[in-house]
Structures are given as structure tokens and as C-alpha cells.
């Protein structure tokens, strides 16, 4: 690890800029809250606790992102939020009204794309203001002109009549990201959306989600398992362990805005990396070592 | 090592290749039936005599066993009297492919024997309006019967047990009981292939109704849509192109009933001109009825198959041939056309 051998400044240290935008963001109201939120279910091996104690707060136009270790129940918390799982204790506030089941306030992006194969792209994009029975706000607007706006912001107006079959992850991607948009929901619920691309595409979709967080009024909660991913795109990062999935630490990201994807090697972003490695990564334990026999000749190392 | 590509599991071959083996599909049992029809060492256990000579049972044309046929002649030799004269044959059960070809015109053109009896194509097109009128009873009920069970448990467990029991009772069981409440006419014969189909196609949509990806559901849910919205927006067109496909395969099983079905009450269509030839021993006839009733089934198949690409571009993943229409007569216009391919990465 690079890490260890360069000097970091604390995780904690803000630099004047960054310590302003963090006082601007806590005066700005609340839009999520989520308070003690307890999971449990029942299994072959008993009663198992998912999620135990889960509190935290998101403002508006916030980034949120949650990270954790595999089986920290990051999914089932963001399902819960979706309204797609039942939770067994605890409470969702959203602008201070409970939420029970899915709904139009909170728009979800799936690892999986989700979109409606027999759509086309407009169709999918047009699918939540049609079942909603009309646009949401801009009077005299149809729901098609209105699609067609989304679509145009990701970029592939070009693309508006053609099938989900036809496009690449990323641009599938994309169509959903519309798709959830087009609702205007409150916060959008984003569960490990880019997990199944390529890191090239990957990296554009992160830039293309900056821009379209930059332009357009929504919160996001965004679900990763990748620790580069969590620091470049977010505000703060929440971090789960797991058994029980608790929260561990939230980190304010002290990396500036603008993101650009140079600020990757910058001290603000290796000294949150290094953080997140510690919190995800603790000490090898003798788990990880293999007992693994030498089958190989003397002389003939590797290292 | 080129033969060795043949072998490779689940390796497509190249179209060229490919259409040359499905033809093969045709052309091995084809020639296994010319080999034993033709090539008279084969089998050919029959003499068709030619001449009776002197052997005063033998008739012209008459077929002979071969052994009785040499018997008869060595016993003909001894007494001074003429052989007979014949050529080996097959038995009258088994034509040639020619004859049966020769049939497939003939059967057509020929009157029936009585003049109250139905002609080829009328006795076909009876048969077919059994099937559909079975098909379309069974499926009116049987397809929204069973996308209810697939999407809600309480039509679910209100149905499909009874209806696993029902299915393991061959519908020609209820032949005698159909016709005591229907009378001998078509009504029996419907009622059969719709006993047959019903059941099956019940437990065979529920089936695919549950195989819908449930995410797409969930995506709906989060888009706003719930209740009956989710139900007709995503359900229905979710499963239709798998329910089309169903459908088809039903199609071919309602046709496996339906010999059944014509011998129920007064035996009609196919059935009863295959019987009826049998009877006559016109065997070629009943070959050719037999094959007809593979290329109606066939070609209608290829022709669902198709329509089913065409009505489900987004499944068959081509494009239908309005939007091929289109492109060319909008480019006939203005600028060629955009490719539609994504050659865009993200």
C-alpha cells in the first residue's frame, strides 16, 4: 500500500473552502431522516439482526454515499428507504412524513438497469409521469416533451426510440437515471448503479452523475462498494460494518468541489482512503491466509 | 481437426451449414423410406405377380407372400405347368414415396364414394375448426385463469392443485361421458381437445406469469405504479411474448388430441378419411392424410413463429418490418439513415 509510505493529513482536516461548504450544507433542511432503523428476519439458523441502530440525517442536495463490507445489509437499507423491504424497528422521515412502501418521492437507480425491455427508451423515461396520470409540475408541458427533456440530458436523444436491447450498460444506465429523474423525487436512491460496467465506462458515468447532481435539484444516496467511487462522487460517506450492520463512522469528504478525477491522488482523497481501508479492511486476520502447502522448487520464487 | 468443430458442446454452426443439416432433418428419414421402397434386397417380403401362368389361385397384381409365390412355382415346375411371373413388392401397408406424392394431388381431386360424404379438403377444414373452436374455449378461460395464478397467490392456491390432479386425466377418458352431454356432433370432439389443452396451458402460463424478472416490478413500484397500474403496464407485457410462445407449443399438443377427439360420437375430418381409406386398404391415402396433418401443424407453427418476431421486436431482438419499411421510406426522402447499433460505450 502507497499509503504507508507517504505522509497524510488527518481525514479530518478540512481546508477553509471545504469546512464553509459543510456549514452551508447543515443550514439547508432536512429531506431524509432515518432514525434507530432496526432489521431483523428469520433464518435456518435463527433470528439474524441486518441492520441494528441506523441513524442518520441527508439535506437537501446532499451526496450521500453508504459503503461497507459485503453482508453490512448496505442493500436491504437502501430497499428499505425504496420502501421495497419492510423494516422491524425504527423510523424513515421523509420532509418529516413517514414512509411506508415505494413511492414517487424516492426514485431508485438498480445495479441491474431495470428498464422495461418491450419500452422504448421515451416509453421508459414517459413510464412514471404516465402511470402518475400526467407531469409533474410544468403546466401545458406533455409528458412525451418532458421525457424528451430527460433524455436529451443524458445524451442520447438520438437514441429515444430505441429498445433497451440495443444500448450499452452505460447508456441503459443512463435511460434509467432519466427514467428515475423524470418523477422529480425527492432524493434518488441509487443501489451500486454502476457495479456492472467496465471501469472506462464506469468512470464516465461517475463524471455524468456529477454534472447531472450539479444541475438539477435532487439529493442522492448512492450505494458502493468501491472506496474511490464513495470519495469522488460524495459529501459524506456512511460507513456499515457488519453482524449486526451498524453504523461505523460518518466521514465528511474534505476533497473539493469541483471533483475532478486528478483530486484521485490528492492528500485529502489518499488520507480518506486510507480512513476507509481501515474501517472496511481491518488488520489481516488468519482467515485470509490460505493453507496452502509449498508445491513449488527453491530457487524458483516468485518474491 | 475440422470435423472436430462438429463436436464442440452447444457450438453454433455457420448459417450455410446450418440450413444444410435441417434439410438433412428430411432427407435421412426420406431416404430410409426410398432404401426399403426402391432397393428390392431390403425387404421387399411381397411378389406382386405379374403373370399367373399356369398356378390357377394367382390373380394379376395380386401380392403374394414370397415364399408361397416360390412354393407355388416349384410345385408348378414339377407338375409341367407354367410358372408365374412377378416382381418382389413391399407390402400394401408400406407405399413408396412416389405413390404417397402421386396422393397428395390425387386425394384432392378424387369424389368421395358416396355423394354424401365430405371431399379431402372438407374433411380437413372440419378438423381444423375442431381445433380452433377447442384451442379458443381452452384459452379463453385458461390464459387469464392462469396469469391470475401466476400473479396472485389466492388464484394460485385456489386453482392449481385441482388442476395438477385434473391434468393426469387423459382427456379421452371423458369421451363417453362428453357424448352423453353433448350429443355425437362436434360438440364431444371440441369438449376432448379442450379437456386436453385446458389443464396444461392453466399450469403452463401460470408458470411463465412467475418467471417474470421481479425487478421490473420493483423498478415499476419505485416509478409510482402500484395496484391494478402494475398489473396491466407491467405484468401483461412483461409475459406476453413468453404466453405467445406457450401458446404455440398448446397448438401442437390440442392437434396430438385431436384423432382422439374425431372418433368421438360419429367419426369425422381427417380421422374418418384415414379410417375410411384404411378400410379400402388405399394406404397411400393414409400416409398422405398423415402428412398433411404435419405441414398444416408446421407451417402453421413457422408462420406463429414469425408473426410472434414481428409482434415482439423487443424479445427477438430484430427489427419488425413496419420500422424496416420506414427507414426505407425515409431515406428514399432524406439523409441515410442513423445506424441504430450502440457503438457507444457508455
Excluded at chain 1, 423494516?87 to 424516492?106: A, F, K, N, Y
Excluded at chain 2, 410462445?245 to 367419426?267: F, K, P, Q
Excluded at chain 2, 439523409?335 to 460505450?345: I, K
Amino acid at each position: 500500500m502507497t499509503t504507508h509510505d507517504v505522509a497524510l493529513p488527518s481525514y479530518l482536516e478540512q481546508s477553509p473552502e471545504v469546512s464553509a461548504r459543510f456549514r452551508r450544507i447543515a443550514e439547508r433542511p432536512v429531506v431524509l431522516k432515518v432514525n434507530q432503523l432496526g432489521k431483523t428476519f428469520d433464518s435456518v439458523k435463527g433470528r439474524i439482526q441486518a441492520l441494528h441502530d441506523i441513524s442518520f440525517q441527508v439535506r437537501r442536495r446532499e451526496f450521500i454515499s453508504i459503503i461497507g463490507p459485503s453482508g453490512c445489509g448496505k442493500s436491504t437499507l437502501i430497499r428499505i428507504l425504496a420502501g421495497l423491504d419492510d423494516h422491524s424497528s425504527g423510523e424513515i422521515l421523509l420532509d418529516d412524513r413517514e414512509v411506508t412502501g415505494p413511492g414517487q418521492d424516492r426514485g431508485m437507480v438498480f445495479q441491474g438497469y431495470t428498464l422495461f425491455p418491450w419500452l422504448t427508451v421515451l416509453k421508459n423515461v414517459m413510464f412514471g409521469l404516465e402511470v402518475s396520470g400526467g407531469t409533474n409540475g410544468i403546466a401545458g408541458v406533455s409528458a412525451e416533451q418532458e421525457a424528451r427533456g430527460w433524455i436529451e440530458m443524458v445524451g442520447l436523444e438520438a437514441f429515444a426510440d430505441a429498445y433497451p436491447h440495443e444500448l450499452s450498460g452505460g447508456m441503459k444506465q443512463r435511460v434509467a437515471i432519466a427514467r428515475a429523474l423524470a418523477n422529480r423525487p425527492r432524493i434518488l436512491l441509487m443501489d451500486e448503479p454502476f457495479g456492472a460496467l467496465d471501469a472506462q465506462t464506469r468512470a464516465k458515468m461517475q463524471s455524468y452523475l456529477l454534472q447531472i447532481w450539479k444541475n438539477v435539484d435532487i439529493t442522492i444516496l448512492f450505494i458502493t462498494h468501491d472506496l474511490e467511487e464513495a470519495i469522488y462522487l460524495s459529501d459524506r460517506i456512511v460507513v456499515l460494518k457488519a453482524n449486526p450492520g451498524e453504523i461505523q463512522e460518518v466521514i465528511e469528504v474534505p476533497v473539493e468541489h469541483p471533483r475532478a478525477p486528478e483530486q484521485f491522488l490528492s492528500r485529502e482523497f489518499l488520507a480518506t482512503k486510507k480512513r476507509l481501508e481501515e474501517l472496511i479492511h481491518p488488520a489481516k486476520d488468519a482467515e485470509d491466509m490460505l493453507p496452502i502447502i509449498r508445491m513449488t522448487q527453491v530457487g524458483d520464487d516468485v518474491y | 481437426m475440422a470435423r472436430a468443430r462438429y463436436f464442440i458442446i452447444w457450438k453454433e454452426l455457420d448459417p450455410r451449414r446450418r440450413r444444410v443439416f435441417q434439410v438433412f432433418s428430411f432427407i435421412i428419414p426420406l431416404a430410409v423410406w426410398s432404401l426399403v421402397s426402391y432397393c428390392p434386397f431390403v425387404w421387399h417380403p411381397m411378389v406382386k405377380v405379374s403373370d399367373p401362368g399356369g398356378i390357377a389361385h394367382f390373380r394379376v397384381d395380386a401380392l403374394v407372400a414370397k415364399e408361397a409365390f416360390f412354393r407355388e412355382n416349384a410345385k408348378a415346375l414339377e407338375e409341367h405347368r407354367k410358372p408365374a411371373q412377378g416382381v418382389l413388392a413391399n407390402p400394401v401397408y408400406l407405399p413408396a414415396p412416389h405413390e404417397v406424392a402421386k396422393s397428395f394431388y390425387k386425394a384432392f381431386v378424387t369424389p368421395p364414394r358416396l355423394p354424401e360424404e365430405p371431399w379431402l379438403h372438407e374433411s380437413l377444414w372440419h378438423s381444423i375448426k375442431i381445433i380452433i373452436w377447442g384451442f379458443l374455449i381452452s384459452s379463453v378461460i385458461a390464459v387469464p385463469l392462469g396469469i391470475l395464478a401466476g400473479t396472485y397467490r389466492i388464484f394460485s392456491y385456489m386453482t392449481e392443485p385441482f388442476v395438477e390432479f385434473f391434468r393426469y386425466l387423459p382427456a379421452p377418458a371423458f369421451a363417453a361421458l362428453s357424448v352423453a352431454v353433448l350429443g355425437i356432433y362436434d360438440g364431444p370432439k371440441v369438449a376432448i381437445i379442450v379437456i386436453g389443452t385446458f389443464f396444461q396451458q392453466v399450469l403452463m402460463i401460470s408458470n411463465t406469469t412467475q418467471r417474470l424478472d421481479p425487478a421490473l416490478l420493483e423498478a415499476a413500484q419505485t416509478l409510482g405504479a402500484r395496484g391494478l397500474k402494475l398489473f396491466t403496464r407491467v405484468v401483461i407485457p412483461g409475459i406476453l411474448p413468453d404466453v405467445y410462445r406457450d401458446m404455440r407449443i398448446l397448438l401442437g399438443w390440442a392437434w396430438t388430441y385431436l384423432i382422439v377427439a374425431e372418433v368421438v360420437g360419429n367419426s369425422t375430418g381427417i380421422t374418418w378419411f384415414i379410417n375410411q381409406q384404411a378400410k379400402y386398404r388405399i394406404y397411400y391415402n393414409v400416409y398422405a392424410a398423415i402428412i398433411m396433418i404435419g405441414i398444416i401443424g408446421i407451417t402453421t407453427d413457422i408462420f406463429l413463429a414469425w408473426l410472434g418476431s414481428e409482434l415482439f421486436v423487443w424479445k427477438s431482438r430484430k427489427r419488425s418490418i413496419l420500422s424496416r419499411l420506414r427507414t426505407v421510406y425515409s431515406t428514399s426522402r432524406t439523409e441515410p439513415e442513423t445506424v441504430q447499433v450502440s457503438h457507444d460505450n457508455a
